[in-house]
């Protein structure tokens, strides 16, 4: 069993940035990061293979989000810059031991989530 913890989140203007961290309670080898926007379905934003540090990104966010790990503190990262209004959304960190994917369906552990506001 994996707990996973998150915390960050806030209200932020167009273009600022936060970074989420997500305490868990044994590594994963596959965390990433999912949002859920209003009115939307769950959608995978990041995903890192912990062992290797590979990661990879929804196109929607490539080159503004960070995601990245910290062993020594059991935390998870998801450093966003440059945020847009439709980065709205609750984000929430989740755990594999399966295949590193996208699909909400191979992640069995989940995060309570945290609300991200993006303000135009």
């Known amino acids: 069993q994996v707990r996973l913890v998150e915390s960050g989140g806030g209200s932020v203007q167009a273009g600022g940035s936060l970074r989420l961290s997500c305490a868990y309670t044994?590594?994963?080898?596959?965390m990433a990061w999912f949002r859920r926007a209003p009115g939307k379905e769950r959608e995978g934003v990041a995903t890192?293979?912990?062992?290797?540090?590979?990661?990879s990104y929804a196109n929607s966010v490539k080159g503004r989000f960070t995601i990245s790990h910290d062993n020594a503190k059991n935390t998870l990262y998801l450093q966003m810059n440059s945020l847009k209004p439709e980065d709205t959304a609750v984000y929430y960190c989740?755990?594999?031991?399966?295949?590193?994917?996208?699909?909400?369906?191979?992640?069995?552990?989940w995060g309570q989530g945290t609300q991200v506001t993006v303000s135009s």
């Open positions: 890192i293979y912990t062992p290797l540090g590979s990661t």
């Open positions: 044994s590594r994963s080898s596959c």
């Open positions: 989740a755990a594999s031991y399966r295949a590193c994917t996208g699909v909400v369906g191979t992640f069995p552990y």
